[in-house]
């Protein structure tokens, strides 16, 4: 009787804890339970890396893989005991991104999409299984990522994720009647869930580029309809619950739900969000009643659910599996390793060495400690320091002598050993006078110069210039024979080629205009001494002055040389002509009587 008791007890504890959360989460080490957006508790005292999840209602477990974990990759934890158990021993080189459980049957499928292959196991008690799978599918082109279990007809379906040839397939528990049932509209199909209540297939696709769609279709892949097309979103697991979507969102780090049947341009629901650690597999709380309800062709999924049979729990996974040293000695009755001097790390596989000497060779010092041998040019513990960076100034070339030291060539107008330095050229009255009075043999030259302005420096060299501006430059008050050392060498035979010789040709411009304006000036004083000739014409002779007469012509001609008699405007009144002259012939007649007529003044010269 108290045997019944506790097994009641036992089973009404269970009942309770299945329904004290309604989302399971993977994340870093952690299992994750949460109820009304609220992490109810967690699980992960002996876990690493946790990634793809899975949930069986009918005896309450989460199975789950650890890509970290030295011994095995795929674990149970039993939500009731809290006990978990390994599974399935690790490989060498494995990816398991997708795991889906039929408790019917008791098998348990996992996809690896490096080896690009379905993996199976039994969890029937009795059964023998391989200790790395059992291989139910293989495949050449196709990358199989999700997966999920259709426990009432006997159906697993997964995704292939390759871009070039992306599709949604099904096959038998045996890996036989394999069908292809989605292959248009469709880039990279991420995740897929069984829903027994709708029978429907719901699946997340992340699309070329910054878009993605959760969608959905009959078990045989037709009906398909689309429920969000969304954008910058990475969804990489999708569970159902019995009125949601969920999915995890890499870039958001972010779980997002959406209703089974949205309205029209439906967005969708923030429900977890998590700030420093990064969510990879998720799985609902959906009883199996509630899926399975009205359905006969689940009737042995709920006959199952009913007597609650049991599942294998005696796998034996040895501990120490995966766990190798790789430069070092396990620790007997331990499951650490001892390293080598230079290595690190829980295998020793990491090398102290490892990126340590940036331009040079590494070796180990007898304490296991990194030294660095730098190669030409370099120095610094960790050879990280280039000799040559900002060490010439003003734009001058750095190169190695023998000796591998830094030696600067300088360009323009600097000098020194880093290019620090301005070459003085210009010179005053007064320094020039001092020179020639204390050394006689200094030739004198009419030098010209144009100082020049230093060139700005990088921004990266303002320590060199403080260090610069700390040493005085040379100044007129140094010794005559050094500022004659820097004087002489600037005279090049006291010629400009540039500035003299636009003087010089200026100078005779200027010469040529001046013998331009003399010449005009004389042609001008020489035209101002001719004379100037007045002539006066009268017309008609034994006549009044022209003062009494206003009627009459009397003109005036200067230059009379440049006028003809026939060119004069003069006419005579026809009451003033004779009757003789009116009564002649026009033409020459007129002309020898105009002639005769006209009496000459004297000449005022």
Known sequence: MFKIQCLLLLAALSEGLARSWDIAVTTGNQLEFYSNNTKTYSEGVQFKDLTALAYDAVHNMLLFADKQNDNASIFSYYLATKKNQALVRRRSYENIHGLAFDPVKGMLFWTDTIDRSIYWISMKPGSTNDLYGNLLITMDD??????????????????NTNIMKPTIERARFNGTEREVLIDSDIYM?????????????????????????????????????????????????????????????????????????????AEPIKYIEFTNKMPFGIAANYPIQEQISGHGECENLANLSQNNSAINDSFNVPTDVGLFCVHGTKVNGRSICKCKPGYTGERCDISVCQNYCLQGDCSFTTEGQPKC?????????????????????????????????????????????????????TTTTETVTTIASHESAVPAC??????????????????????NNSRPLPSPSNSVSQMVDEIIPTCDGGWDSVKDSMILALSILVGVLFLLCVYLLTKILQLKKRPRIKKRIIVNKNV??????????????????????????????????????????????????????????????
């Not at 012939?585 to 005769?596: C, F, R, S, V």
């Open 142 to 159: 196709e990358i199989p990522r999700a997966i999920a279990v259709d426990s009432c007809r006997g159906y697993i379906y997964w995704t």
């Open 446 to 467: 009419n030098c010209t110069f144009e100082q020049k302005e230093p060139e700005p420096l990088p921004k990266q060299l303002e320590d060199q210039e403080v260090l």
């Open 189 to 265: 199909p991420v995740s897929i869930a069984i829903d027994q209540m709708t029978k429907k297939i719901y699946w997340a696709d992340d699309k070329e580029g910054i878009h993605y769609s959760i969608e959905s279709a009959d078990l045989d892949g037709k009906n398909r309809k689309t429920l969000l097309v969304g954008t910058n979103h990475r969804p990489t697991a999708l569970t159902i619950s019995k009125d949601s979507v969920y999915w995890v969102d890499l870039d958001y780090r972010t779980i997002w739900r959406l209703p089974k049947n949205p309205p029209k341009d």
């Open 544 to 605: 009044t002055p022209m003062t009494a007469r206003p009627d009459q012509c009397e003109i005036t001609i200067e230059n009379c040389c440049n006028m003809n008699i026939c060119e004069t405007p003069c006419f005579e009144p026809r009451s003033t002509i004779r009757p003789s002259l009116l009564n002649s012939k026009p033409g020459k007649e007129e002309k020898k009587n105009l002639i005769a007529n006209m009496e000459l003044p004297d000449d005022p010269y």
């Open 373 to 425: 041998r730098c190669k030409t040019g370099f120095s610094g513990t960790r050879c990280e320091i280039d000799v040559c960076q900002g060490h010439c100034l003003n734009h001058g070339t750095c190169s190695l002598d023998n000796t591998s030291q830094a030696v600067c060539q300088c360009i323009g107008d600097y000098e020194g050993s880093r290019c620090e330095k301005l070459k003085i050229v």
